[in-house]
């Protein structure tokens, strides 16, 4: 196989057929493929992304596929110069990106952590996915991001509302894109009970909202953001908007407590008008075991479209780091400190609402 | 004294043991002859759920009992109520044989992590102190937690014991036989729908290397014993290369029994659940108190079993894939 005809391919980055010399790769396949021989055979054999790093696989053992006549019927000389013409020079290396994704994800290549996120899937494909719905639906617009620190872990904590979780997306999407760290979200078991929501939940990040998960995060230097007001914030009617409900049971002041870690309130503005709750099918959310079935404006009166949310304008602001680490040992298990805290937050987000309402323009702009 | 040594895990722990210089002679107990070579070990053919077995804990002056005879499959031991006849009650007669001979100083048992149960709203990692959150009424899960009950009270009356409880991931590798392992080895790999796992994995060597631990040292307690990181149930089966099936959770029960009819692997409901949420056990014990390092990483002893398998169909499409990656990079 060694002294097999070397089929020269590519045309050295220029548009255009192959020259039908040796040619060099582009710039960008060089980048992504390293050192290495520059014949297709050896690219086949050698060139793959991750050789060097991961554990030897068993594709070679695998006949006659690295065998030159092994991709009868892919001309694909012709589908690098389709790709080059279709997407031009960056578009290549985008494709070449993809197809390793692609790759990695086909053969399991990849790591997750013990919570189950999996931080290829959630950068390459969920966080893209939610990008246009935040920045071109919502025009989120960010302020006090300097407040979340940029290394060490924090907690932070937000208001919950708009019927559907959306907020908690949107929160992660811009922590993710503004601090370049993934915040790790907490969330309700029914999240995990439900097919599919549950799996994408935990590759995307997310762990069941209780006291060993969330410390463990905490002590693993993790950015967590919780929404303490759990299905109370989000399932209220849409005349008390804006007016927080319960913190649960403080919980997550113990949480980050025991771990030292600073609180840092998060207010949420745009999130309630997504939804517009309006009514409650009480009878069959009991019949199915969730805590209501929503009825807005839209919804069920015009079926799957009144799943679009509104396209309300959002503010998100993240206020000043509560310290947890300088209340002395033992406050954890203070109730009364705790209920103090927990309440400091609640009152924090709360103030910060209404200064944010007060400057919202209108709803929609 | 071994238990349980005519089966695999058992025999290699028991062989391990026997090669080990420090210790004289090693025991081997089973209802049934050995199929495997058990090299010094000494093979004695005695019921532990008979008490028989405490004859020959005296008659040998057994002093320390190693019990790997907790069976996981049901096929094997000849049926579920036959399975929990071994399990619990021969671990009880066991126990009761061990109260009674003052010589016994030391009890290891090999349980498993299936006593945390699994469900949606389970902790991502448990340790050993958490209580399991989802009960199971089935299988190995609910024996194995019977089992560790029996053993804490036996520690409570015989303070003088040193008992150490291994609850160990599932083992894998080349020569592990068990429903996790020919679930693997299936062409087509049924999974629940819209359900993702998070697996860990023990390699066999590193389990048959913990259990020689705990023998020679002294360490009371009850450990979890894991190889480290996660792989999802979907990840896992795309390492193989091997197609996924899957489908809706409300038939699981007849897929499981028509796998079981069709020979190819032998599920409970406990494992079922495992395979739908998937369980994370924390090892920080493991190292600190046990002092036991697994040379096996959850995701290398997968590897390593892979291994043993053949590619499956999806590995030719990553292949072509590679090949188009190549293409590109000119």
């Known amino acids: 196989m060694a002294d097999a005809d070397v089929i020269p391919i590519g045309s050295g980055?220029?548009?255009?057929?192959?020259?039908?010399?040796?040619?060099?790769?582009?710039?960008?396949?060089?980048?992504?493929?390293?050192?290495?021989?520059?014949?297709?055979k050896k690219a086949r054999v050698d060139k793959r992304p991750d050789a060097g790093e991961t554990p030897v696989e068993p594709?070679?053992?695998?006949?006659?596929?690295?065998?030159?006549?092994?991709?009868?019927g892919f001309d694909f000389a012709g589908l690098e110069q389709a790709v080059r013409g279709l997407f031009g020079e960056d578009g290549e290396r985008r494709v070449a990106e993809w197809l390793a994704f692609l790759r990695r994800r086909l053969t399991g290549e990849y790591e997750l952590d013990e919570f189950g996120y999996d931080s290829d899937l959630t950068d390459q494909v969920l966080l893209p996915m939610l990008r246009p719905m935040v920045e071109k639906w919502f025009r989120v617009e960010v302020r006090g991001i300097e407040n979340i620190p940029s290394d060490g872990s924090a907690l932070i904590v937000a208001n919950h509302s708009g019927t559907m979780p959306l907020d908690g997306l949107v929160t992660q999407v811009v922590v993710a894109d503004h601090t370049g760290r993934p915040l790790r979200t907490l969330a309700a078991d029914l999240v995990f009970q439900t097919p599919f929501v549950g799996e994408l939940s935990r590759k995307g990040g997310a762990t069941l909202a209780n006291n060993d998960d969330a410390e463990r995060l905490l002590r693993q230097g993790n950015l967590v953001g919780v929404w303490p007001e759990g299905f109370k914030g989000l399932g209220k009617p849409f005349a008390e908007r804006y007016k927080l409900q319960r913190f649960g049971r403080g919980g997550f002041v113990s949480a980050a407590m025991r771990t030292g870690v600073p609180i840092v309130p998060c207010s949420i503005v745009g999130a309630e008008e997504i939804y517009p709750l309006v009514g409650n099918i009480a009878s069959l959310a009991r019949l199915l075991g969730v805590p209501y079935i929503p009825i807005t404006p839209f919804f069920p009166l015009l079926g799957p479209l009144g799943l679009i949310p509104l396209p309300s304008k959002w503010l998100i602001e993240f206020g000043e780091p509560i310290r947890t680490d300088d209340f002395p040992d033992g406050a954890a298990d203070d109730p009364m400190l705790v209920?103090?805290?927990?309440?400091?937050?609640?009152?924090?987000?709360?103030?910060?609402?209404?200064?944010?309402?007060?400057?919202r323009r209108s709803v929609f702009f | 004294m071994v238990t349980g040594v005519s089966r695999d895990a058992g025999a290699r722990c028991a062989r391990r043991l026997a090669d080990d210089p420090s210790i004289g002679t090693v025991l081997g107990v089973d209802v049934v002859p050995p199929r495997a070579e058990l090299g010094r070990v000494r093979f004695v053919r005695a019921d532990i759920r008979n008490p028989v077995?405490?004859?020959?804990?005296?008659?040998?002056d057994v002093d320390t009992v190693v019990h790997t005879g907790v069976v996981a499959t049901p096929g094997s031991a000849g049926g579920r109520s036959s399975m929990k006849e071994i399990n619990v009650i021969g671990t009880m007669q066991l126990l009761a044989a061990c109260q009674k001979a003052p010589g016994v100083a030391k009890l290891v048992v090999k349980s498993s992590t299936t006593v945390y149960g699994a469900g949606a709203r389970d902790p991502a990692m448990f340790t050993e102190e958490m209580a399991?959150?989802?009960i199971h009424h089935h299988g190995l899960s609910k024996d194995a937690v019977e089992v560790e009950g029996y053993v804490r009270g036996f520690a409570r009356r015989r303070p003088d014991v040193c008992v150490s409880t291994l609850r160990m991931a599932n083992w894998i590798g080349p020569k592990t036989d068990?429903?996790?392992?020919?679930?693997?080895?299936?062409?087509?790999?049924?999974?629940?729908?819209?359900?993702?796992a998070r697996l860990q994995f023990l390699h066999e060597d590193d389990g048959v290397e913990a259990i020689h631990h705990a023998t020679v040292n002294d360490l009371p307690g009850t450990f979890n014993l894991a190889g480290d990181g996660v792989l999802s149930l979907s990840q896992a089966i795309r390492r193989l290369g091997r197609p996924t099936?899957?489908?809706?959770?409300?038939?699981?029960?007849?897929?499981?029994?028509a796998v079981r009819r069709a020979r190819l692997a032998d599920f409970s409901p406990d494992q079922i659940t495992f395979l739908t949420y998937g369980r994370g056990v924390d090892t920080t014990r493991m190292r600190t108190e046990f002092g036991f390092e697994p040379k096996y990483s959850?995701?290398?002893a997968f590897d390593d079993f892979r291994r043993s398998l053949g590619t499956g169909a999806m590995t030719r499409v990553s292949s072509l894939l590679t090949a188009g990656l190549g293409a590109l990079r000119g």
């Open chain 1, 13 to 40: 980055g220029r548009p255009g057929r192959g020259s039908g010399r040796r040619t060099t790769p582009s710039a960008a396949a060089r980048a992504l493929a390293g050192p290495g021989g520059r014949t297709k």
């Open chain 1, 59 to 72: 594709v070679g053992a695998v006949p006659d596929v690295d065998g030159p006549e092994a991709p009868a």
């Open chain 1, 339 to 359: 209920f103090n805290v927990t309440d400091q937050v609640r009152e924090t987000i709360q103030q910060t609402l209404y200064t944010l309402l007060m400057q």
């Open chain 2, 53 to 60: 077995i405490a004859k020959v804990i005296a008659a040998e």
């Open chain 2, 132 to 134: 399991p959150r989802a």
């Open chain 2, 178 to 196: 068990s429903p996790i392992t020919r679930y693997f080895a299936m062409p087509v790999v049924p999974t629940v729908f819209g359900y993702d």
């Open chain 2, 245 to 257: 099936l899957r489908l809706p959770s409300f038939t699981a029960s007849s897929t499981a029994a």
């Open chain 2, 298 to 300: 959850t995701a290398e």
